[in-house]
Antibody, heavy 120, light 112 residues
Framework: QVQLKETGPDLVQLTQTLSITCTVS????????VHWVRQPPGKGLEWMGA???????DYNSAFKSRLSISRDTSKSQVFLKMNSLQTDDTAKYFC??????????????WGPGTMVTVSS | DVVLTQTPVSLSVTLGDQASISCRSSQSLEYSDGYTYLEWYLQKPGQSPQLLIYGVSNRFSGVPDRFIGSGSGTDFTLKISRVEPEDLGVYYCFQATHDPYTFGAGTKLELK
């Protein structure tokens, strides 16, 4: 069955780099897209970016050049890397699958999320 | 960036009541291909969001028919007829028409 699971550090130091892995099963990264969405404690959802099934990426301009998304299709993994972390990057980070789109794409499966705290 | 304004921020209901949530966009969500990429998600306490509605009014697989999405252009509504206990949580609209894609701030549905 379709599953996504985020793994990453619980705690990251201020100004350091965050690395999170989304390991997927039950589908191919060359068929479906994977997105990153985050949620600060007690707040709403924010779309961060996407790894499209063709290997292209898309980023929310709010993260400027801090964010990088990549993948290893042989390991069924998508990676998020974000540098220069600040305290307001403290959030639960989710990966979510989207349909290839014909025409609609939507988040049909989500990982449980991983909570990351940025510490000063 | 497109701003989605959800109202109300919170909604207190009695089980069996109807609930209505509005999502208003700062720009039309109709894409150049004629489709409107507006979705609704429900996040239950302690869980990841789950898809309810895509393309304004299409219910996702397994979503009960008491969830009804409607609207066009910049104004969208999610109606829940006969609220049940499993419907409680925070509802988010999401637009996938304009990059960067954005969520509304959420509407919390709770029991009166």
């Amino acid at each position: 069955q379709v599953q996504l699971k985020e793994t990453g550090p619980d705690l990251v130091q201020l100004t350091q780099t965050l690395s999170i892995t989304c390991t997927v099963s039950g589908f191919s990264l060359t068929t479906y897209n994977v997105h990153w969405v985050r949620q600060p404690p007690g707040k709403g959802l924010e779309w961060m970016g996407a790894m499209w099934n063709g290997g292209g990426t898309d980023y929310n301009s709010a993260f400027k050049s801090r964010l990088s998304i990549s993948r290893d299709t042989s390991k069924s993994q998508v990676f998020l890397k974000m540098n220069s972390l600040q305290t307001d990057d403290t959030a639960k980070y989710f990966c979510a699958r989207s349909q290839p789109g014909s025409p609609y794409w939507y988040f049909d499966f989500w990982g449980p999320g991983t909570m990351v705290t940025v510490s000063s | 960036d497109v701003v989605l304004t959800q109202t109300p921020v919170s909604l207190s209901v009695t089980l069996g009541d109807q609930a209505s949530i509005s999502c208003r966009s700062s720009q039309s969500l109709e894409y150049s291909d004629g489709y409107t990429y507006l979705e609704w998600y429900l996040q239950k306490p302690g869980q990841s969001p789950q898809l309810l509605i895509y393309g304004v009014s299409n219910r996702f697989s397994g979503v009960p028919d008491r969830f009804i999405g409607s609207g066009s252009g910049t104004d969208f509504t999610l109606k829940i007829s006969r609220v049940e206990p499993e419907d409680l949580g925070v509802y988010y609209c999401f637009q996938a028409t304009h990059d960067p894609y954005t969520f509304g701030a959420g509407t919390k549905l709770e029991l009166k």
